[in-house]
């Protein structure tokens, strides 16, 4: 009987070498892309978290403030509008008439007696000074302007009525003013780059005061004249907009007054036979101001 052949263990030994080399070199290799995945797939988590807290943050920031329009500094512009007036006069016989012929006075004071309704285009300039506390604004504001505030009338009625038809008196009256300035302090209350304000405070003008009577009769004339500068009082409100951060656009009312200007007359014919005469000016003024704001520049609002 044969014997099988002996094994080759050199053989044999280096094949479970090669064998043991290979398994390590695929367990390297296995490794390593585990590896590589691992990384990878951190590096993504990572990014994702990244951006998570990127998107968080942004969602917990603060809100940015709303900027609010700044009304406190200086302006100074200019405006322009309308004005009605009113002149209110009346006429007192004095003198001689009291006692030589008191029969004539209803005639005469009710012809120097009335009003006049003047009106004219107004224009000038303005300066002043804001300041804001909160959503309060006080200030002060001076203005000078143009105008033509001018008006006269004609008037003829009945003389004596103890010689009715044969006299006549005609009385010619006028009043004249072509300037006007006020100084007043204003307080108002803002909204964003809106301001609703009030105003008040002292008015200026030079004013001209006219009046005569002609006596048929005679024929002679009564006279007098008086030119004035006075002062008043004036009141009124309005609304500005900040149309930029420096500029400024208004619609005001004012309302002007000035005490009576007093006037006497006399008739160089019959010295003795005088009258005095009281007129009261008053105006409504409209209009539209546009300013520019030094200092603190305004902000806008969106």
Known sequence: MCSPPAPDFPFAVAQLQRSEGDSRANLVSVGGIMIKAIVGFAA???????????ADMALKAPPIPPQIYNWSGCHVGGTVGGAVGR?????????????????IIPN??????????????????????????????????????????????????PGDPLAPGTTTLTAATSESSHWLATVRPRVGVARDNWLFYITGGVAFTSATFSQSVL?????STMAG??????????AGAGVEYGFTSNWLLKAEYLYVGFPSQNLNESNPAFPT??????????????RLGLDYKFGVPGVLSY
Do not use: H, M
Not at 225 to 234: A, E, I, N, P
Not at 274 to 285: E, F, K, P, V, Y
């Open 44 to 54: 993504i988590v990572a990014l994702i978290e990244t951006q998570a807290l990127a």
């Open 87 to 103: 002149s209110t006069y009346s006429g007192t016989p004095t003198g001689d008439f009291l006692t030589v012929e008191p029969s």
């Open 108 to 157: 005469l004071s009710a012809i120097t007696t009335g009003a006049l309704n003047p009106s004219s285009v107004i224009g000038g300039g303005d300066i002043g000074c804001d300041w804001q506390i909160n959503s309060v604004v006080i200030g002060f504001e001076g203005d000078f302007s143009g105008w033509n505030l001018s008006k006269s009338s004609a008037l003829t009625g």
């Open 215 to 219: 006596f048929s009769a005679s024929p």
């Open 225 to 234: 004249s008086v030119t004035s500068t006075l002062t008043g009082w004036t």
């Open 273 to 286: 036979f005088t009258a005095t005469a009281a007129n009261r000016l008053s105006a409504s003024i409209f």
